[in-house]
């Protein structure tokens, strides 16, 4: 199967943020996507019917929609944007009583009774893995950035995977599920790996290697195109980027343009290497799924495994040399307080100890983890 690689300006970036509706007094989910894309769609003008809005779309469960960016040079440009769509969502939710919420997962509401989307691929999706499809109440943030060049698709996706702990520490905010602590700082990142198409991606040493996985997964009714490959990062052909989609949901826009940038610089240098020649280092496979593992487990208190050597490090110790080491492409790239941001969220904590703050100060009522949420998406 030939897969042909879009166009695309380098460095150039996306973000997709997935965001849950939740009903304001009781902060259980409300599976009233429809309604409320209908109302944004009304308000875009301009847009018949069956047109989804440019930035606000669908996703696999009736209580999420998804806010999309255009194609931005800066992640200030996409921050805007997102707040701008954010501000269009809210015309429609505050007179509902909805709110919106963005964890990894819902700390009390219960996964399986979530109404899915009514659509074909939903569906088949749902149909195919059963208990483990119906689990997928779970929001994350995936952030594409653009590639000149086809061939250095596969190895900066070898390399973002490198980083997949520092991104999953950083946001990791799913440690409640079904109203119990699982113990972990990302619920979420392990039950979206149930999907057979996610988790961590292949290594594939050429393009043609990947193509020919592509073509027996569509050969034998795995997949049916390219984009249900649900890898934690992935090159996008269509858009000519890759994604990087480890990181559970963000609740504030200041946090999203911080992960944007830490994304956006390290394709940036990565790339430039590949220009001068240079390879990048494959993680082996071994490694990798330890490394996501420990990320998930212990969030930002994680010793990640950082070479094929076996070397190791406090993910937080490893962070603060790789900001100093990319303060020079932050700044090449206008996205240096975006990046410094980094370092905020490392001192004032990640998504999951947020949570467990809130749910300890109120007694273990977990009511009090969605109003601390809000509360913070309002602050976005």
């Not at 255009?70 to 939710?93: M, P, S, Y």
């Not at 799913?174 to 990302?186: K, L, N, Q, R, V």
Request: include cysteine.
């Amino acid at each position: 199967m030939e897969i042909s690689f879009a166009k695309s300006e380098q460095s150039t970036l996306g973000i997709e943020w997935e965001i849950a509706l939740v009903d304001r007094e009781t902060g259980e989910m409300r599976s009233v996507a429809n309604e409320v894309l209908r109302g944004v769609r009304e308000r875009h003008g301009g847009l018949h019917e069956d047109q989804e809005h440019p930035h606000v779309t669908q996703e696999l469960m009736l209580n999420t929609v998804e806010l999309v960016t255009g194609v931005c040079h800066t992640v200030d440009e996409a921050r805007i944007q997102l707040n701008k769509t954010l501000d269009d969502i809210r015309e429609v939710t505050d007179p509902m009583g909805v709110e919106l919420y963005c964890a990894g997962s819902h700390p009390f509401s219960e996964a399986r009774r979530q109404p899915v989307t009514d659509k074909e691929r939903y569906a088949k999706l749902i149909d195919r893995t059963q208990w483990w499809g119906q689990q997928m109440a779970i929001y994350g943030v995936h952030v594409h950035v653009g590639l000149d060049r086809r061939s250095k698709a596969l190895p900066v996706t070898d390399g973002l995977i490198n980083y997949q702990p520092h991104f999953l520490a950083l946001t990791a905010s799913s440690p409640f599920w079904g109203g119990e602590d699982t113990g972990y700082a990302s619920q979420r990142s392990l039950i979206f790996q149930q999907l057979p198409t996610a988790g961590i991606p292949y290594h594939f040493e050429t393009w043609e290697g990947l193509e020919h996985y592509v073509g027996d997964m569509v050969h034998t009714g795995v997949i049916d195109e390219i984009s249900e490959l649900r890898w934690d990062v992935r090159p996008v052909p269509r858009f000519g980027t890759v994604e990087m989609r480890i990181c559970d949901g963000l609740s504030s826009t200041r946090d999203v343009a911080a992960i944007a940038a830490l994304t956006q610089c390290l394709v940036h240098e990565m790339s430039t290497a590949l220009d001068n020649g240079w390879a990048i280092p494959v993680m082996p496979p071994w490694f990798r799924v330890e490394n996501k593992w420990r990320a998930a487990r212990y969030g930002l208190d994680s010793i990640i495994i950082l070479d094929k050597e076996g070397n190791e490090a406090l993910v937080t110790d490893e962070l603060y040399r790789i900001l100093d080491r990319l303060e020079p492409i932050a700044k090449e790239l206008g996205c240096s307080d975006e990046l410094a941001d980094i370092e905020r969220i490392i001192k004032g904590g990640a998504g999951y100890q947020w949570q467990r703050k809130a749910a300890k100060e109120n007694d273990g009522d977990l009511r009090a983890v969605v109003a601390d949420n809000i509360q913070r998406m309002r602050l976005a």
